[in-house]
């Protein structure tokens, strides 16, 4: 049964010092379960078993963060199944973008079976489900070109990123292409997910020998305490596993890097805080700039005012009696009185005389 072995914090960038013989112990121990494990029906798919390192923290990290490790011994050969999308070139169809390309990365000196899929035929060919699950499942690494890598996403599917295989960006224009390419296929990518406190790397595979393997996983555990948020401060366990076997443990940290991940989180708290008090206080600093000089400039008015407006007596009668007379003068009549004037107008008055008769008289004869 392998030890656990606690190792010190103290070399330069907060790098882990892993005792090397622990981990080739480790490794001979993987190396010999999966050829004890092996029979003729599993022969060949045990012997490209993949060994990887299994990493647990002290705190979930708050952000997600992806990690690019190149490996001295590449885990792909030159027959490795590599994948890459390119942009549609001006002028040309799909099948000649294919042939340009590869032309170009064998005049590069890329001696990878590359398989190139320009943008076009992607939007086409592997448009149904089913062709992008199959697309996902024949090859292992996916590459980008670095041009249209924020157009894929929306056609390549979500299944690509739930399966780790996010294509990796490449700039095909750079002079050290190769170089950049190379360390592309032959490295590994770490995903530190920001949903749980373990993640998974890949270092190398049963092909490899004892000795490559170890260098592998050294130079990952190098750059990944190196590039990671905490700077290495927030790793507990690694764990060295294959596909069918158990973990076996190559790193314990002390109970001590807590206390560092709390002290490193609380200074970062009390930074951010510092940081929020000061635009508060500049903040407020402004707004009683402004409020002073506001202040300053009604006082000013208020000054100014008197002196502009002289005081005179006034010489002419009230406004309001103006106004009542003006009033009554511009009082609209009503309308039934002007239909009335306008009849009064057209019609002669007369006055109304009773008539006298014979019998009239005589009663006046009478009554004298």
Same mark, same amino acid.
């Given at each position: 049964?392998?030890?656990?072995?606690?190792?010190?914090?103290?070399?330069?960038?907060?790098?882990?010092?892993?005792?090397?013989?622990?981990?080739?112990?480790?490794?001979?121990?993987?190396?010999?379960?999966?050829?004890?494990?092996?029979? =003729?029906?599993?022969?060949?798919?045990?012997?490209?078993?993949?060994? $990887?390192?299994?990493?647990?923290?002290?705190? #979930?990290? %708050?952000?997600?963060?992806?990690?690019?490790?190149?490996? /001295?011994?590449?885990?792909?050969?030159? $027959?490795?199944?590599?994948?890459?999308?390119?942009?549609?070139?001006?002028?040309?169809? $799909?099948?000649?973008?294919?042939? @340009?390309?590869?032309?170009?990365?064998?005049?590069?000196?890329?001696?990878?079976?590359?398989?190139?899929?320009?943008?076009?035929?992607?939007?086409?060919?592997?448009? /149904?489900?089913?062709?992008?699950?199959?697309?996902?499942?024949? @090859?292992?690494? @996916?590459?980008?070109?670095?041009? *249209?890598?924020?157009?894929?996403? !929306?056609?390549?599917?979500?299944?690509?990123?739930?399966?780790? %295989?996010?294509?990796? !960006?490449?700039?095909?224009? !750079?002079?050290?292409?190769?170089?950049?390419?190379?360390?592309? *296929?032959?490295?590994?990518?770490?995903?530190?997910?920001?949903?749980?406190?373990?993640?998974?790397?890949?270092?190398?595979?049963?092909?490899?020998?004892?000795?490559?393997?170890?260098?592998?996983?050294?130079?990952?555990?190098?750059?990944?305490?190196?590039?990671?948020?905490?700077?290495?401060?927030?790793?507990? *366990?690694?764990?060295?596993? $294959?596909?069918?076997?158990?973990?076996?443990? #190559?790193?314990?940290?002390?109970?001590?890097?807590?206390?560092?991940?709390? &002290?490193?989180?609380?200074?970062?708290?009390?930074?951010?805080?510092?940081?929020?008090? %000061?635009?508060?206080?500049?903040?407020?600093?402004?707004?009683?700039? *402004?409020?002073?000089?506001?202040?300053? &400039?009604?006082?000013?008015?208020?000054?100014?005012?008197?002196?502009?407006?002289?005081?005179?007596? /006034?010489?002419? %009668?009230?406004?309001?009696? #103006?106004? =009542?007379?003006?009033?009554?003068?511009?009082?609209?009549?009503?309308?039934?009185?002007?239909?009335?004037?306008?009849?009064?107008?057209?019609?002669?008055?007369?006055?109304?005389?009773?008539?006298?008769?014979?019998?009239?008289?005589?009663?006046?004869?009478?009554?004298?």
């Amino acid at each position: 049964m392998l030890s656990q072995h606690a190792c010190s914090m103290d070399s330069p960038r907060h790098e882990l010092a892993l005792d090397r013989s622990q981990v080739k112990k480790a490794v001979q121990a993987l190396r010999a379960y999966i050829k004890s494990s092996s029979t =003729s029906q599993n022969l060949f798919e045990n012997d490209g078993q993949t060994i $990887s390192l299994l990493l647990t923290q002290w705190k #979930i990290p %708050k952000k997600e963060q992806t990690i690019r490790i190149s490996l /001295p011994h590449g885990l792909r050969t030159d $027959s490795g199944d590599v994948c890459l999308f390119t942009r549609d070139e001006p002028k040309m169809t $799909s099948e000649q973008a294919v042939r @340009f390309y590869k032309k170009l990365l064998r005049e590069r000196g890329l001696r990878n079976a590359i398989e190139v899929i320009p943008f076009k035929m992607l939007k086409t060919e592997y448009k /149904p489900f089913e062709a992008k699950r199959k697309l996902l499942g024949n @090859f292992d690494l @996916f590459l980008s070109d670095a041009r *249209i890598r924020r157009r894929l996403p !929306s056609h390549i599917g979500k299944h690509f990123y739930e399966r780790k %295989k996010a294509p990796l !960006s490449v700039d095909l224009e !750079s002079k050290h292409l190769a170089r950049d390419m190379k360390r592309l *296929i032959q490295g590994t990518t770490l995903t530190v997910s920001n949903k749980g406190s373990c993640c998974m790397v890949r270092v190398a595979h049963s092909g490899m020998t004892a000795d490559e393997v170890v260098e592998n996983v050294m130079t990952a555990v190098s750059t990944i305490s190196a590039k990671l948020a905490k700077t290495g401060k927030n790793i507990k *366990i690694i764990h060295l596993k $294959s596909q069918t076997s158990v973990a076996l443990p #190559i790193y314990t940290s002390d109970l001590s890097h807590l206390a560092l991940v709390e &002290e490193a989180r609380k200074k970062a708290h009390l930074t951010k805080g510092a940081q929020k008090r %000061k635009r508060e206080n500049d903040k407020t600093e402004v707004s009683e700039v *402004i409020t002073k000089e506001t202040e300053e &400039e009604k006082d000013n008015e208020e000054e100014e005012i008197p002196q502009l407006v002289p005081i005179e007596t /006034p010489t002419k %009668k009230p406004k309001l009696e #103006i106004i =009542s007379k003006k009033g009554l003068k511009k009082v609209p009549k009503p309308a039934a009185g002007k239909g009335l004037k306008k009849t009064l107008k057209g019609t002669k008055l007369t006055k109304k005389i009773p008539k006298v008769t014979a019998r009239d008289l005589k009663r006046k004869a009478k009554n004298k």
